[in-house]
């Protein structure tokens, strides 16, 4: 996580810098730092918290200089302190960081030894003072940066400026993104195009290992062994407006009231709408008829897709699918062989442990198919095939219309998977087909529950501790409700699958304690009122995410129904997403919480 962005211009750069940090904000806010070279002499301004605060340090102590690097933050090594605000700099250069130093113990001691004095918690001003080390042995900027370079271990993405050197900016990439952008008779670097689109849309990704050197003409690149390479230019499709919050307060609204538009345009992309049939705009990177399983590995909210992924794609392709989140998977040595292949979700393509499942299962052989969001993301490129899922930007931390359109693109991958074996007949592909096309219709339906909801939610913000239950594919959506409320009320939720309730979690169940269960009326349906009637029996208060029918068949006093539109129950969790989220948006504005941008989080997880 972390964003970083340099420019090494003619106009001064300080503001751009800001305007770039501004599109990388949704990778950290615990701090944000800018550093340029006015007059040959390095400058810095940092200040702790939102960038905000370093925008307003700007106005009072404005920084010159043509040449510059920016940071914003989340921490990893030291508090979120101004003095451990990035850029770090010794008296030769300045240099911010996206990742983490792995060895940075033992260079610091070995550097501390040589007299170098550290004034920072971070790894990273350990990079400074090793370019610094080997530049006071006599090296220039760049030998100095490629002599550093191999001893780092872990992963970065780094950008450099040299005190006295106004015509350089190196930046160098292990693990975690970073892009080249090209202007006219300037240069810049970003962790991503979307950074950079107010400047360029002319963009070249480095690969794992490369480092490159700008200057105001131009880049050379060198790989690992320090060899000259040529990396392609490409157009990047990222916006250059500042994405805006349309009407809505906040971009969580926003993205919420989306998801109508944004899964038909996925599933557009998908369908063949007038045949009834999915119509994959990709060639699978498998035989699906030949397979023998499918390993999905996944994060967060991505992983909680993958987990209804697995229900549709065992139901409707008859295939067993095993699953793990990422940081597990990518460790447990899981044998692998050349018949199954491997499914990764990612919003951002850019998850660390996610790649490192990507690169396991290839390097076993595995074929790798991934559904991401952002088509230039390092998982996109490095996947045999990408599924894209036509989400737009997703800006708030939570994520809502990303998890939408990758249950849409599993969905569709099911059914694709299940025809090539055989296992669905084109009449139930058409029925199944008719369902996903009613999906965004539902959707815009259930947004109008909206008011309701807002009063559930006032309740709901005095609680301590919430439940979520479900069965079935209801189950991995009760995870996110619970994951959503967490991550931006900090109310403690807990997601079950209904079933397993009375193996522990009942004990928990009292007067106190809301326990919201998402029940579309479904083929275990009959199955989740049991386990709702053991609630209520000991006095557990209900808040029921269901449609009319099944709230009345329950017969159940509940403290609250949210009624949900009837609907087919193959792809309810799609439309029962949106109550879900809309719940924990209400309950967290209604705390008066930072929705978009909730404490320790960031939106793109570069390491483990
Ligand atoms: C929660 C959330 C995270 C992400 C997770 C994976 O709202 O957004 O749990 O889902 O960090 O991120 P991606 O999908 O970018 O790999």
Redesign the pocket.
């Given at each position: 996580m972390c964003g970083i962005v340099g420019i090494i211009g003619r106009e001064p750069v300080a503001v751009r810098l800001v305007e770039a940090l501004k599109r990388l904000e949704y990778r950290g806010y615990d701090s944000a730092g800018i550093a340029t070279l006015a007059s040959g002499r390095l400058e810095r301004r940092r200040a702790e918290g939102k960038l905000r605060n370093l925008a307003a340090r700007l106005e009072t102590e404005p920084l010159a200089g043509v040449v510059g690097i920016g940071h914003t933050r989340w921490a990893t090594h030291g508090r979120p302190t101004e003095n451990n605000a990035h850029p770090h700099a010794s008296r030769r250069l300045a240099v911010v960081h996206n990742g983490i130093i792995e060895n940075f113990r033992e260079l610091r001691e070995e550097l501390t030894a040589k007299g170098h004095v550290f004034a920072t918690e971070t790894d990273t001003e350990v990079v400074a003072h090793l370019v610094t080390d080997e530049m006071d042995g006599g090296l220039a900027a760049e030998a100095a940066v490629a002599a550093a370079l191999p001893r780092l271990k872990g992963a970065f993405a780094l950008a450099f400026i040299f005190q006295g050197e106004n015509d350089l900016l190196i930046g160098a990439r292990q693990g975690a993104p970073l892009a080249v952008g090209y202007g006219e008779g300037e240069m810049f670097l970003g962790s991503d195009a979307l950074a950079l689109a107010p400047f360029t849309d002319s963009i070249t990704y480095l690969e794992d290992g490369d480092w490159a050197v700008l200057t105001r003409d131009g880049v050379s690149f060198r790989n690992a062994a320090g060899e000259t390479v040529s990396r392609a230019r490409q157009r990047s499709q990222a916006s250059a407006f500042l994405i805006d919050k349309g009407n809505h307060r906040h971009f969580m609204a926003k993205e919420i009231h989306e998801q109508p538009e944004v899964v038909g345009r996925t599933l557009a992309h998908y369908l063949d709408m007038s045949n009834g049939c999915v119509r994959l705009p990709f060639e699978l990177p498998f035989d699906a008829s030949k397979m023998t399983r499918v390993t999905l590995a996944?994060?967060?909210?991505?992983y909680y897709a993958g987990l209804i992924g697995k229900y549709w794609i065992e139901r409707y392709a008859r295939i067993p699918v095993e699953i793990d989140v990422a940081s597990e998977y990518r460790y447990r040595e899981a044998p692998l062989d050349s018949s199954g292949v491997m499914i990764v979700?990612?919003?951002?393509?850019?998850?660390a442990d996610?790649l490192a499942c990507l690169r396991y299962a290839k390097q076993q052989g595995q074929k790798v198919l991934s559904v991401v969001n952002v088509a230039t993301s390092t998982i996109a490129r490095e996947s045999d095939a990408a599924a894209l899922t036509l989400a737009g930007p997703e800006i708030g931390?939570?994520?809502t219309k990303?998890f939408t359109c990758q249950l849409s693109v599993l969905a569709c991958l099911a059914i694709a998977i299940g025809r090539a074996r055989g296992v669905l007949t084109p009449e139930r592909e058409r029925e199944l087909v008719s369902d996903l096309i009613a999906v965004p219709g539902l959707m815009a339906e259930a947004t109008k529950r909206e008011p309701q909801i807002e009063q559930v939610a006032a309740a709901l913000s005095k609680a301590s501790d919430v439940l979520y239950l479900g069965r079935g594919t209801s189950f991995p959506l009760a995870l996110e409700g619970a994951?959503?409320l967490k991550?931006i009320s900090y109310i403690h939720a807990e997601g079950y699958a209904a079933g397993e309730l009375k193996h522990g979690p009942i004990a928990l169940i009292d007067e106190e304690m809301p326990v919201i269960v998402i029940a579309p009326y479904d083929s275990v349906y009959e199955k989740t009122v049991s386990n709702m009637q053991e609630v209520a029996a000991r006095g557990g208060r209900i808040i029921l995410i269901a449609d009319r029918r099944a709230a009345n068949e329950a017969a159940i006093d509940f403290q609250a129904v949210v009624a949900m539109p009837d609907m087919a129950p193959d792809f309810a969790p799609i439309v029962y997403a949106v109550p879900a989220q809309m719940l924990a948006y209400h309950t967290a504005v209604a705390m008066g919480k930072d929705v978009d941008q909730p404490r320790n989080l960031a939106?793109?997880?570069t390491v483990e």
């Open positions: 996944a994060c967060g909210t991505a979700v990612s919003q951002s393509g850019e998850t996610t931390v939570a994520s990303a994951l959503k991550e939106k793109s997880v």
